[in-house]
């Protein structure tokens, strides 16, 4: 059986260096391996957008070709890093933040656009999904650097700061109209990365594949047999991390996962993870442990597993009726699965603990 190990689980306190040069033996270039009727396997996997993307794709173009086309891929990834990154200095991204509350600047239409898209999702969602979570983003900085639990009086402030209703977006500019504001696209942009990435490989003729963006699992066409690819889910426990909860089969269609285990820290024994509440500002918490989405687009996939993961069960549910072709699988706490939405052809539990509670899939 093979099906597809998804890459995000590598601790993201890890300094960027030492991450990259963890991942050396898989950057050097890319690698092939031959298929059937001529067609290769090729992957190139580098350190972009803060986690490991890994990019699979299978065809009968020459290598020289295949590099051009991988860095043409690697190269759109760094572009749009320089564009929607919150953690660096420097992209068009911090530069609205950094205007926050003195002025409107204007940003490339994929931006406003991602920030429509966006915004959407918070009022979806009562701002569960929240692009305007920034601020008590920086201040627990889970996944970077010295991660800590902020003090009430800093968590109290940083909350008057995300009201994602003061993000201004008029004919191609965007003001965050509070001081202090900040924009933070985490639970949206790998996803939005991930379609682009996509629409380069169909440009450049390639047919099937897979591109993984820490997690954010994009398929092309179907396995060179006619079979659809087989993607597996990571296991969402703590510790059981490396293996996989269960697997599903798609084609064309994209693969996102948002879950407790996947950024976090913890202090005097007590996990704190990357999925922040705009009520209480600390991590969100429910009965779920992750949630899965199967959908046609990347970038909404990403905003609606993070909404699902803050959202709950419950309320998940209600929403996802409103998203018809969307499919979610809910692993809850207490190792039920709930299926939901659109019907998976095949949804398979792998590890013994889990078991399906609910299949509402039609
Ligand atoms: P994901 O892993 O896609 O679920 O997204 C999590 C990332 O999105 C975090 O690392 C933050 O950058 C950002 N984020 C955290 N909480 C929220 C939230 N409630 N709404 C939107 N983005 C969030
Ligand atoms: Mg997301």
Same mark, same amino acid.
């Given at each position: 059986?093979?099906?597809?190990?998804?890459?995000?689980?590598?601790?993201?306190?890890?300094?960027?260096?030492? !991450?990259?040069?963890?991942?050396?033996?898989?950057? +050097?270039?890319?690698?092939? &391996?031959?298929? $059937?009727?001529?067609?290769?396997? !090729?992957?190139?996997?580098?350190?972009?957008?803060?986690?490991?993307? %890994?990019?699979?794709?299978?065809?009968?173009?020459?290598?020289?070709?295949?590099?051009?086309?991988?860095?043409?891929?690697?190269?759109?990834? /760094?572009?749009?890093?320089?564009?929607? %990154?919150? /953690?660096?200095?420097?992209?068009?991204? &911090?530069?609205?933040?950094?205007?926050?509350?003195?002025?409107?600047?204007?940003?490339? +239409?994929?931006?406003?656009?991602?920030?429509?898209?966006?915004?959407?999702?918070? =009022?979806?969602?009562?701002?569960?999904?929240?692009? $305007?979570?920034?601020?008590?983003?920086?201040?627990? /900085?889970?996944?970077?650097?010295?991660? %800590?639990?902020?003090?009430?009086?800093?968590?109290?402030?940083?909350? @008057?700061?995300?009201? !994602? @209703?003061?993000?201004?977006?008029?004919?191609?500019?965007?003001?965050?109209?509070?001081?202090?504001? =900040?924009?933070? #696209?985490?639970?949206?942009?790998?996803?939005?990365? $991930?379609?682009?990435?996509?629409?380069? #490989?169909?440009?450049?003729?390639?047919?099937?594949?897979?591109?993984?963006?820490?997690?954010?699992?994009?398929?092309?066409?179907?396995? =060179?047999?006619?079979?659809?690819?087989?993607?597996?889910?990571?296991?969402?426990?703590?510790?059981?991390?490396?293996?996989?909860?269960?697997?599903?089969?798609?084609?064309?269609?994209?693969?996102?996962?948002?879950?407790?285990?996947?950024?976090?820290?913890?202090?005097?024994?007590?996990? !704190?993870?990357?999925?922040?509440?705009?009520?209480?500002?600390?991590?969100?918490?429910?009965?779920?442990? +992750?949630?899965?989405?199967?959908?046609?687009?990347? +970038?909404?996939?990403?905003?609606?597993?993070?909404?699902?993961?803050?959202?709950?069960?419950?309320?998940?549910? =209600? #929403?996802?009726?409103?998203?018809?072709?969307?499919?979610?699988?809910?692993?809850?706490?207490?190792?039920?699965?709930?299926?939901?939405?659109?019907?998976?052809?095949?949804?398979?539990?792998?590890?013994?603990?889990?078991?399906?509670?609910? /299949?509402?899939? &039609?």
């Amino acid at each position: 059986m093979k099906f597809i190990i998804l890459f995000d689980n590598i601790p993201l306190v890890m300094k960027k260096s030492v !991450y990259k040069l963890f991942f050396i033996f898989l950057t +050097a270039a890319f690698f092939s &391996q031959s298929c $059937a009727e001529g067609e290769k396997e !090729y992957h190139k996997a580098d350190f972009a957008l803060g986690t490991v993307c %890994s990019v699979k794709i299978y065809t009968n173009k020459g290598g020289r070709e295949v590099e051009k086309i991988f860095g043409k891929v690697f190269s759109e990834l /760094n572009r749009l890093e320089e564009i929607f %990154s919150a /953690n660096s200095g420097h992209s068009v991204l &911090q530069n609205v933040n950094d205007n926050a509350g003195k002025k409107s600047v204007e940003v490339p +239409a994929e931006l406003y656009s991602l920030l429509e898209r966006a915004v959407y999702f918070a =009022q979806k969602t009562d701002s569960a999904f929240n692009p $305007a979570i920034g601020a008590v983003v920086k201040l627990w /900085n889970i996944g970077m650097e010295n991660p %800590s639990v902020p003090t009430e009086e800093n968590l109290k402030k940083a909350l @008057k700061k995300i009201d !994602y @209703k003061k993000i201004e977006l008029k004919n191609g500019s965007v003001f965050l109209t509070e001081e202090g504001m =900040q924009l933070d #696209l985490g639970g949206i942009a790998k996803g939005y990365a $991930a379609d682009c990435i996509k629409t380069i #490989l169909l440009g450049e003729g390639i047919e099937r594949g897979i591109i993984d963006l820490g997690g954010n699992v994009c398929t092309i066409g179907l396995k =060179q047999d006619g079979s659809p690819w087989r993607v597996g889910i990571r296991n969402p426990v703590i510790g059981n991390d490396r293996s996989s909860a269960a697997y599903l089969e798609v084609s064309d269609k994209t693969v996102v996962t948002s879950g407790d285990y996947e950024r976090f820290f913890e202090k005097d024994g007590k996990i !704190y993870h990357h999925i922040l509440s705009s009520k209480t500002g600390y991590p969100a918490e429910n009965d779920l442990r +992750a949630v899965t989405i199967v959908a046609d687009t990347s +970038a909404d996939a990403d905003a609606l597993s993070t909404s699902f993961f803050v959202l709950g069960l419950e309320k998940s549910l =209600q #929403l996802i009726k409103s998203f018809p072709g969307v499919s979610a699988a809910f692993f809850m706490k207490d190792n039920s699965v709930t299926l939901a939405g659109k019907k998976l052809e095949v949804f398979k539990i792998l590890d013994d603990k889990l078991f399906i509670r609910d /299949n509402l899939m &039609q």
